[in-house]
Structure formats: C-alpha cells, structure tokens
C-alpha cells in the first residue's frame, strides 16, 4: 500500500495540529504543479461539456485545452513523484495528481472526438 514516512527531525507533534506533522514545507512543488494541471484540466472539459449541452456547439473546440493541460501534467507529476520521491509524505497525492490528469486528457480526448466526429464503436 502506502509507505508511511516519519516526519522531520524539526517538526513537534505537540505544536502542530493533526494532520500538519509534515508542514508546509513537505512535497514536492513538481507534484503540486503536476497535480494543478490536472484539476485545471478537469475544471475546464467541464465547463466545455456544459457549454455544449447548452447548444454552444462551437465550444467544444476548446477540447484541445483540457488534453494540452493533461499531457504535460502527466509528465511533470510522474517527473516530480521519482525526483522528490524522499520528500512526499504519502503515495496518495501521487495518485491523485495522475488520476486527475488521466480524467482531464480522457475527458478532452472524447470531446474531441464528438467535436471531429471520430467513429468510437464499430458499426
């Protein structure tokens, strides 16, 4: 499962509050990044999937924005988990940076496809 790492030699349990043992300071800033881009990613195929349920048909043009956010989430998450891979506390916001790139470039990639009429099943 998830490896559980000690908290640094600085930080008091006594003095922080649940949850806080590792600080701020603790993480990778490529992960965070990486992880950012996903959720921007998954934020906007949203607002494009409302838009075109609204009947703006033209805005699922804009489905190239979620996959040109996903891809380079993709590689800078996977980038910053092996480079920085002391400093994470948990696996899990590892797994959430992938996952919500892995949504965004799949949520774009079938906006796509609807926006260029891309045949998904044979017929």
Known sequence: MSEMREPTAGASTAST??????????????????GGLGI???V???LVLVGACAGMNKIVVLSLIPVGLSIPGLVVSL????????AIAEDTHVLQALFANAIGLIGG??????????PLFHK
């Open 17 to 34: 509050p649940a949850g806080d043992v590792y600080g701020f300071a603790a993480g990778s800033p490529l992960l965070r990044l990486g």
């Open 40 to 42: 921007a990613a998954c």
């Open 44 to 46: 906007v195929g949203l």
């Open 79 to 86: 980038i910053g988990a092996i480079k920085d891979k002391a």
């Open 109 to 118: 990639l079938l906006e796509m496809a609807a926006w260029l009429h891309w």
